[in-house]
């Protein structure tokens, strides 16, 4: 039986989803022993590297060099890498601090948010059911910040940093691997003198002498860029909005082994929240089901 573009999509997509969520998250968790700012420099830098080998492989090099002398293009790279490190940093001191359960609550409202930023900066049109699961986000959020000491700060960074990056990468048009590896190369710079701090202090646990460990923090580049290629293509085949059905898999999959596995502690006031953010989401993937 041959698969059609939009089933092969499908399976791309969701397949960079669960990697992701299940591996991504297991991976990063597992290595955060290092310290978290030894974590984000590592996945900085070896992430840097492979997008330089896959340019080269894929011959990109001109569509790299057209983005790089684009005035406005390069402006908003340089703010969207600071907000990628950003995440990034957020997101891997919750995976280190028993903190994935919030971290899933702020990948599950960022499409959201998205939406609303969308209406909000890019003129986009809000149908009732999106503007219903504008409101649950808002209300859900409200109730948790009455709750302070419930408060999933991880987790409305990550959302917020999150939508606002693909907000402005959406205003630009530039092919995700390429946007990547020039705010890599902004973000080099920083991560290379965060390094070279932790070095003379002493405080490194990568080493050349523990070749096992060496190995470990390098599969940090394509535990990063083998789920973006996965999803991107699922993208590109299948429509932005399945695709945006099938991302769910990513904090379905966080939330689960935070819960399960990790037995990591959840609040009432975070089922009550969680319970009106997935109410939500079932009304976003709903409409986005029947408008494509």
């Known amino acids: 039986m041959k ?3 939009f089933t092969k999509g499908i399976i791309s997509t ?29 996945r900085s830098i070896w992430t840097c590297l492979i997008l330089f080998i896959t340019t080269t492989l894929f011959k990109k090099w001109l569509i790299f060099k057209k983005v790089l002398f684009d005035i406005k293009k390069i402006s908003i ?3 969207t890498s600071l907000l990628i490190f950003g995440n990034w940093t957020v997101w891997i001191y919750a995976v280190s601090t028993n903190k994935i359960i919030d971290a899933s609550f702020g990948y599950f409202i960022f499409p959201i948010i998205s939406v609303f930023f969308g209406f909000l900066f890019l003129n986009e049109k809000l149908n009732y059911k999106r503007i219903i699961s504008i409101s649950l986000v808002i209300i859900s959020t409200s109730y948790l910040l009455f709750n302070f000491t419930s408060l999933p700060w991880t987790g409305f960074s990550v959302a917020l940093l999150w939508s606002v990056y693909n907000l402005l990468r959406k205003k630009i048009n530039v092919e995700t691997d390429i946007g990547l590896l020039i705010e890599s190369l902004f973000i080099l710079p920083i991560v290379i003198i965060i390094l070279y701090f932790i070095i003379t202090t002493n405080n490194n646990d990568f080493s050349l002498k523990n070749l096992n460990l060496i190995g470990l923090i390098l599969l940090a580049g394509p535990m990063t860029v083998i789920p973006l290629f996965l999803y991107v293509r699922g993208v590109v085949m299948a429509g932005l909005g399945p695709s945006g059905m099938v991302f769910f898999i990513t904090p379905t999959a966080q939330f689960l082994l935070g819960f399960f596995y990790f037995n990591e502690p959840f609040s009432d006031e975070k089922l009550i929240s969680f319970i009106l953010i997935w109410f939500a989401v079932f009304i976003y993937l709903k409409d986005l089901y029947e408008n494509n």
């Open 14 to 42: 969701s397949s960079g989803s669960f990697f992701w969520g299940f591996f991504g998250t297991i991976y990063f968790q597992y290595i955060a022993f290092i310290g978290v700012f030894e974590v984000v420099v590592h």
């Open 77 to 79: 790279l340089f703010i």
């Open 3 to 5: 698969l059609t573009n």
